[in-house]
């Protein structure tokens, strides 16, 4: 959290301009269960991707790698939009 | 050259809008407010202004698309009363926290119930705490006057609130009288650009407007409207001073009448006291202080313009069941611990008239505390 700023320090009306939070560790609400993912069933449609609500599902490029657990917080929608089966949610520890 | 035309306020503020020439007018009928848009839609039908008359649902709307084109960088203004403003009360408190720099013009009327159309200030007191500047101007050529100058209080960069231009409902809005309307080419000079720092509609530099604000940081973000509205009294000064310059006419915080050397005096606000005035015209040691700005109330200007007074009667067009009428509570505030007698009268709730005889009985001190109020006698 950054340090909370006065009142007269404030933009007037509380505008908030882009880059100004921190980047929050939202999975942290994360309950249960966390996706995981076998490479080799992965056929790369981008389903999850599409589908995730939280901006957890990671690419390089063009190409799905894996999950970005700090803002994952474990919908399941990923699992239950891949059409092969790759993603599988497991305990979270 | 100026021209001096026969308008109602209504029309006035029509023809003052029509100059200033806003971009967007999200607007919802209501009496006595409605000749206003009534007009104003005329002109753009006509061709002769060029906003976008936008005919929302309700006023709970018309101050949201407000809200969102006032920032998106567009000048705007609306008009309501009563139940209108009531509708749109909760939105008004965004509109101020969100500090956009809208314009409305009110036709103050009675709040219901019982369900009536006539004056009284309760519908602008019921947005008193909003954050919302309003200037309570005495007749016609007030209303167009302080319209012209209301874009360039709600817009200053010190500023950045909204104005509210409140006329009293149908004495003012529905009577007509001489209006001298300055040249159109004037306002639009003395109004100016529409220049919003950070305008939301400007790409290259987004911004978030409203966000969520915990304990951490409402309370920071609530103070900051009490700035601007302090600020706002100086800039109130500054724009009065400019349109003196353009107009030869004068408009600010607090008005003062025949006050020098007088030993009484009324304070009053709207179109009651122009009927004050023709009355201490008449009655040597008697004044009238008449209030301009509500908000930001001009506690200190006041005190001083009331210091030489021996007693202060404040009439207030709204009562407060159970507390102090509101402008009562203001001068009571202002005038704390200089000795000066105090007196509040509540006077014509829906519209009831107050006559020059009611306002010379409340001077001589034998008025009632509800003034032109039918009650039974007082037993002995």
């Known amino acids: 959290m950054a340090e909370l700023t006065t009142w007269e320090r404030l933009p007037a009306g509380g505008l908030v301009e882009p880059g100004s939070t921190e980047r929050p560790r939202t999975g942290g609400w994360r309950t249960g269960l966390k996706p995981d993912v076998d490479l080799s069933l992965c056929v790369n449609c981008l389903l999850c991707w599409l589908h995730c609500p939280d901006d957890a599902v990671v690419l390089d490029g063009e190409t799905f790698t894996g999950f970005d657990y700090d803002v994952c917080k474990g919908c399941e929608i990923c699992a239950l939009t891949c059409p092969t089966g790759a993603i599988e949610m497991v305990p979270d520890e | 050259m100026s021209e001096l035309q026969l308008l109602t306020g209504s029309e006035a503020v029509a023809h003052a809008m029509r100059q200033i020439d806003p971009d967007v007018v999200p607007v919802y009928p209501i009496t006595p407010q409605t000749p206003i848009i009534q007009g104003f839609a005329k002109f753009v039908a006509d061709g002769r202004a060029h906003g976008e008359v936008v005919n929302v649902e309700s006023e709970h709307s018309a101050m949201s698309a407000a809200i969102g084109s006032a920032l998106a960088g567009a000048r705007t203004i609306t008009a309501t009363s009563s139940q209108g403003l009531a509708l749109m009360a909760e939105v008004v408190y965004i509109a101020a926290s969100m500090r956009a720099p809208i314009v409305m013009a009110v036709g103050n009327r009675a709040l219901s119930g019982p369900i009536n159309i006539h004056c009284d200030h309760s519908d602008s007191m019921l947005i008193r705490d909003s954050g919302v500047i309003q200037l309570f101007v005495e007749n016609a050529q007030e209303a167009y006057d302080v ?113 020098d050397g007088a030993r009484s005096a009324i304070v009053a606000m709207g179109s009651t006291a122009g009927t004050i005035k023709d009355v201490v015209d008449e009655l040597p040691g008697f004044g009238l202080l008449r209030i301009g700005a509500f908000r930001p ?60 005889s009611d306002i010379r009985e409340v001077l001589a001190g034998h008025a009632p505390d509800y003034v032109g109020l039918r009650s039974e006698p007082c037993p002995v």
């Open chain 2, 147 to 259: 319209m012209v100058m209301a874009p360039r209080i709600a817009e200053h960069p010190d500023v950045l609130l909204p104005v509210l231009v409140c006329q009293d409902g149908f004495t003012i809005t529905h009577s007509a009288e001489p209006v001298e309307l300055l040249p159109d080419e004037e306002v639009a000079r003395f109004v100016g650009d529409y220049r919003l720092p950070q305008p939301l509609l400007d790409v290259r530099r987004p911004t978030t407007r409203g966000p969520f604000a915990m304990p951490d940081y409402y309370y920071e973000l609530r103070r900051q409207q009490t700035a601007a509205m302090e600020a706002a009294l100086p800039v109130l000064d500054e724009v009065g001073d400019e349109f003196e310059r353009l107009s030869g006419r004068r408009y600010g915080a607090v008005e003062r009448y025949r006050l």
């Open chain 2, 297 to 356: 109330f001009p506690a200190e200007r006041v005190a001083a313009a009331l210091a030489g007074v021996e007693r202060v009667v404040v009439l207030d067009r709204a009562d407060s069941p159970g507390g102090a009428p509101p402008l009562y509570a203001e001068v009571t505030a202002a005038l704390y611990d200089s000795g000066v007698e105090l007196e509040s009268h509540v006077y014509g709730l829906g519209g009831r008239e107050l006559h020059p």
